[in-house]
């Protein structure tokens, strides 16, 4: 066992783990269990040294993030009133209009935020979960670069959600220009809350276990 | 080396990330307690943090007060104006078809920030005052750590700038005083994040029961 040592965290000295010393570790207040123990008595979570079950769970969350990702880059997102025209405008297609109009920052954000982290996110969640049981798929640092990513990045999807609230409320201005929400925007938001739900049901702990069995751990 | 026997498992503590297992070392306040293994944080205590982190939250929940009750933003083009506020962000999604998403926007951007805010209050409080912990004080930190992920107020804040370049095109945007308002409560969040060091927290807890 290594000291916590504060400012030089760990010699070169192989780390154990909580479950190689025969007990179990809480994930959610990071205490310290005897192996017998079913429940924190700090925090009152449920104790699993590995959460095999939790793969299902992840699978679940993840196709229902699919499904609903799909119809919300189909369906608008905004639909737009003016004077001269009326418009329904898709994820892809508002940032595609958005580029014309010679924003291009924010084209990339949006895109970013709505295209690339999802679609990077169901990936990512798709190939650590494969990945726990065949551990060659990926090099260990992208591993564990992507779990890093999907469980704080992914959030962020939400952006685009917001942006249709404020434009939709703000931009009401009778005849000359109005905007509403599409029903895409509902299913985008769905399919950000499934992913997130995806993604906290990932135990990391397997994916290290891998490693160790693997590389035999060279830290 | 035998495997070691452990009579108390107090003073150990596990990375959540990789079940690495340490002995904690009591640590002053600025150092961080780093995993070896994964390098994810697992200490980080900071001088005065309850006291801070209380005084963000109150500070927190009386911007919020502000940005929901004052003007948020307001667009005017060819003589016509319309002014909105959080609610009326929040509300845009009235069709009856959306309406879940209302709801789901209320609760990210203001019930759960805040509810978060309330839920440290309950437990913090009583340990800086030195006063015994409020009944359920436990539960109702592991929620505030459940709730954080939930919590998008810094992500309507860049939606809110995505939106005002959008709109800057068509017409002319004003900022009301509620803008800066969230925004001043975006930042209280972000700062109050990295005083919030939830090991020291539990160990409170923990010393405050026994
Ligand atoms: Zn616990
Ligand atoms: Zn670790």
């Known amino acids: 066992m290594q000291l916590v040592d504060m400012e030089i965290p760990g010699q070169s000295e192989r780390v154990i783990t909580v479950r190689e010393a025969g007990l179990v570790a809480c994930r959610r207040c990071s205490s310290v269990w005897p192996g017998e123990a079913t429940e924190c008595a700090r925090c009152g979570a449920r104790l699993v040294s590995r959460d095999r079950k939790s793969l299902q769970r992840v699978w679940a969350w993840w196709l229902a993030g699919i499904m609903c990702y799909l119809p919300a880059n189909l369906y608008p997102m905004l639909e737009t009133r003016t004077l001269l025209f009326t418009s329904d405008a898709t994820i892809v297609g508002g940032a595609i209009e958005l580029i014309h109009h010679g924003s291009v920052g924010i084209a990339v954000v949006i895109l970013v935020a709505s295209v690339l982290i999802p679609i990077g996110k169901f990936l990512s969640i798709a190939l650590l979960a494969i990945s726990v049981d065949r551990p060659g798929l990926l090099p260990k640092h992208q591993r564990h670069g992507l779990f890093e990513i999907v469980e704080y990045v992914g959030r962020w999807s939400m952006i685009d959600v917001f942006v249709v609230a404020i434009l939709a409320s703000l931009v009401q201005l009778s005849v000359v220009a109005s905007i509403k929400p599409g029903p895409a925007s509902l299913t985008f938001a769905l399919s950000v809350i499934f992913t997130m739900f995806s993604a906290q049901s990932i135990d990391p702990r397997l994916i290290w276990d891998e490693d160790r069995a693997t590389n035999g751990d060279p830290e | ?210």
Request: hydrophobic fraction near 55%; charged fraction near 15%; include cysteine.
């Open chain 2, 1 to 210: 080396m035998a495997a070691p026997t452990y009579h108390d498992t107090k003073d150990l503590i596990a990375c959540t990330e990789c079940d690495a297992l340490y002995h904690v070392v009591d640590p002053n306040p600025g150092e961080l307690g780093v995993c070896a293994r994964c390098h994810h944080v697992m200490i980080r205590p900071r001088r005065f943090a309850g006291m801070r982190i209380i005084m963000m939250a109150v500070t927190m929940l009386i911007l919020m007060v502000g940005a929901i009750y004052f003007p948020f933003l307001r667009v005017e083009v060819q003589g016509l104006a319309h002014s909105a506020s959080i609610m009326d962000a929040v509300f845009a999604f009235a069709d009856v078809r959306l309406s879940v998403l209302s709801v789901l926007t209320a609760a990210f951007i203001l019930l759960i920030p805040a509810l978060r805010m309330g839920l440290l209050l309950y437990v913090l409080v009583p340990i800086v005052f030195d006063r015994p912990a409020l009944a359920g004080a436990r539960r109702a930190f592991r929620w505030s750590e459940v709730l954080k992920p939930w919590s998008m107020a810094e992500i309507f804040a860049i939606g809110c700038a995505v939106a005002l370049v959008k709109v800057g095109d068509l017409a002319r945007v004003e900022m009301g005083p509620a803008f800066w308002m969230f925004i001043g409560l975006v930042i209280v969040v972000v700062v109050q994040e990295t005083f919030i060091c939830s090991w020291s927290i539990w160990k409170s807890l923990d010393s405050q029961s026994a």
